[in-house]
């Protein structure tokens, strides 16, 4: 009787440290979530410009919907925004100099854990003048971050979700979403240089003759190695395999 009591007390003492556990890493996640909901309700909260005594006829400069001002004071590693109208896609992308997957695992205050951020790795420039910048994010079960990536193999969501924007402190870029794959694991900027005319080419065939159920390739978009395109990467559910949405630059203001 006595070594089950004992045996009744190890298990309920068991049972009580998992939930703690568990609910101290959800609150830790809702915490980490949180930061990203606030620069979303801040991000068209811009500086307000003193005019100038003797205003000048010069060109109309481009009016950048985001506080880049107030977003890098927080964090200077945050050097562009993504939007893509319509989805949870809405958020700031960070890229970390010293350590090219720091923000896998780190939020853009530099808290640890999910959902980490959306960023580049410092293999590509920060500049979006690359020929491909690979934008990496978690697959959220909520759909947010780049949870809702996967409904792109659909035509009908793609022709309606087909523009992304990006911001930067000085530019926007339009790009036009032409394909969505269920690509292998392999790291795109190291296996490909899309520098040279052959490596390109070689990827854009190779999205071409993906075949399954969670690909879409318009065709009546075509894309060449003259091009500079965008491609969004997030996990899925099988380790060996990553999914691609795959848009092209269309405008540059």
Request: proline content about 4%; aromatic content about 12%; charged content about 25%.
């Amino acid at each position: 009787m006595k070594k089950n009591k004992i045996l009744f007390w190890i298990c309920l003492l068991l049972v009580v440290g998992g939930f703690a556990v568990g609910g101290s890493y959800l609150l830790k996640q809702k915490d980490n979530q949180d930061i990203y909901e606030k620069v979303q309700e801040e991000k068209k909260e811009l500086p307000k410009k003193e005019p100038t005594e003797e205003p000048k006829v010069v060109l109309e400069p481009v009016e950048i919907p985001v506080n880049f001002q107030e977003l890098q004071a927080m964090n200077p590693d945050i050097y562009a925004w993504i939007e893509i109208p319509g989805t949870e896609v809405n958020y700031p992308i960070v890229q970390s100099a010293s350590d090219r997957e720091y923000y896998l695992d780190h939020t853009i205050e530099g808290a640890e854990g999910l959902p980490g951020s959306i960023y580049t790795e410092n293999l590509n420039t920060t500049t979006f003048q690359d020929k491909n910048t690979v934008v990496y994010g978690h697959n959220m079960r909520d759909k947010s971050m780049f949870g809702g990536l996967k409904y792109y193999a659909d035509s009908t969501y793609m022709e309606e979700h087909k523009q992304i924007y990006i911001y930067t402190p000085e530019h926007i870029y339009t790009y036009e979403v032409f394909g969505a794959v269920t690509y292998d694991d392999r790291h795109l900027l190291l296996s490909y240089d899309f520098n040279n005319t052959e490596d390109y080419q070689a990827f854009l065939d190779s999205l071409a003759q993906m075949r399954n159920m969670n690909t879409y390739i318009n065709k009546e978009r075509p894309v060449t190695t003259e091009d500079r395109i965008l491609t969004l990467s997030t996990c899925t559910g099988n380790e060996q395999q990553r999914f691609l949405v795959e848009a092209v630059l269309i405008d540059e203001k």
